[in-house]
Nanobody, 113 residues
Framework: QLQASGGGLVQAGGSLRLSCRASGINFRLFDMYWYRQTPGKERDLVAM???????NYADSVKGRFTISRDNVQRTLDLQMNGLEPEDTARYYC?????????WGQGTQVTVSS
């Protein structure tokens, strides 16, 4: 299971840190992802991180967001700086493991202009 937290309301230019705690999987083996979704749109990839901490980001968040993980604590984080109203969405952590897709329940991020 994946349990996400850390969303909220912030003004443009502000920062938030999202966290996702994993249980029931051998966390250190798998690529981990953050996605986001706005109503009526598809879920978009924001960032991913491999078990050895290599990262990739969507162009829209490069230089502003940082994904990280702690393989001992089984946590996945997303540090979001320089937030823009366009970043408003529900954010989901994700892993594909043992032939299944696992999603967190999502956490809402709202950025006011």
């Amino acid at each position: 299971q994946l349990q996400a937290s850390g969303g909220g309301l912030v003004q443009a230019g502000g920062s938030l840190r999202l966290s996702c705690r994993a249980s029931g999987i051998n966390f250190r083996l798998f690529d981990m992802y953050w996605y986001r979704q706005t109503p009526g749109k598809e879920r978009d990839l924001v960032a991913m991180i491999t078990p050895d901490h290599s990262t990739n980001y969507a162009d829209s968040v490069k230089g502003r967001f940082t994904i990280s993980r702690d393989n001992v604590q089984r946590t996945l984080d997303l540090q979001m700086n320089g937030l823009e109203p366009e970043d408003t969405a529900r954010y989901y952590c994700h892993v594909s493991a043992y032939g299944r897709d696992y999603w967190g329940q999502g956490t809402q991020v709202t950025v006011s202009s």
